[in-house]
């Protein structure tokens, strides 16, 4: 029995259990889809893994799935954080559907002095984030979080927790690979910043790349008018801040979060 459709239920998962349908999920199988009794569906929850299941009862308003066999274990993702400020609204969907594709193990919108929108909907994006992971396959959801304020977010930084900072203001000057492999900056053979030890804006190669792989990371994306004097000040002189450049260009804010996460998935994550 292989399923062809995706389902994600917030009941436990495990061989011979039972999963009620609700309303909604009842319409999509058995009216949009036109699943029958004995019908295949792949169900996971972001907590047991992938399991195939059979449509053991269907009805109009509801049904039973019941659960034969694990087709996929738990497949967590590296502990990556994703922080943006929240935008026009298909574009912060975007981001959040994206993230959840990529491998974000959490979703944190921040509100900064420049944000433009002050308000989310956060069972809206959480919902987004099950259907991405619906979508590409994937058995695990990244939590979406409140909205914050980013000072907040900073005055309650883990220690452990690294953070690649995209400062839209060092356009062309520090590239992620360069200041991870503390390799020579493309701005008339400057040294760029190996990543460990010292403040974001200055900084030692005092701690092993590969050592730094294994920690806690996050990335901050900022808003679309740019980080204030202030938040770009106190950013830099974090011990775990890691101050890097997204390329010559600067990027829309959808943009610049699918591009770092692509960067640090490559150096640092899974990929």
């Not at 994206?98 to 919902?127: C, F, H, W």
Request: charged share 25%.
């Amino acid at each position: 029995m292989s399923a062809k459709i995706r389902l994600y239920v917030d009941h436990p998962l495990g061989a011979g259990q039972s999963i009620p349908l609700e309303k909604e999920q009842a319409h999509y199988l058995f009216g949009v889809m036109r699943q029958r009794l004995g019908g295949a569906v792949a169900l996971f929850n972001g907590r047991d893994g992938e399991w195939q299941a059979e449509v053991t009862e269907a009805g109009k308003r509801g049904g039973t799935l019941t659960c034969v066999t694990q087709s996929k274990p738990l497949q967590m993702p590296p502990d990556l954080w994703l922080i943006f400020a929240p935008i026009k609204k298909a574009r912060t969907d975007f981001i959040v559907e994206k993230a959840a594709e990529m491998g974000a193990a959490r979703i944190l919108p921040v509100g900064t002095e420049y944000t433009n929108s002050e308000r989310i909907r956060q069972d809206r994006l959480q919902a987004h984030a099950v259907e991405a992971a619906e979508q590409c396959g994937g058995t695990y959801v990244p939590k979406v979080s409140d909205l914050q304020k980013l000072s907040q977010l900073l005055d309650h930084w883990p220690a452990e927790r690294q953070l690649m900072f995209c400062d839209e203001a060092e356009v062309g000057q520090r590239r992620f690979l360069e200041v991870a492999q503390g390799s020579a900056g493309p701005e008339g053979g400057r040294e760029a910043p190996a990543l460990g030890g010292g403040t974001g804006a200055d900084r030692s190669a005092s701690e092993p790349f590969g050592k730094l792989s294994l920690q806690p990371w996050a990335i901050l994306i900022g808003p679309e008018g740019g980080f204030s004097d202030k938040e770009r000040k106190r950013l830099h002189a974090m011990a775990q801040a890691h101050v890097v450049s997204l390329g010559p260009r600067i990027l829309r804010a959808d943009t610049a979060a699918v591009a770092a996460m692509t960067l640090w998935q490559q150096t640092l994550g899974d990929w």
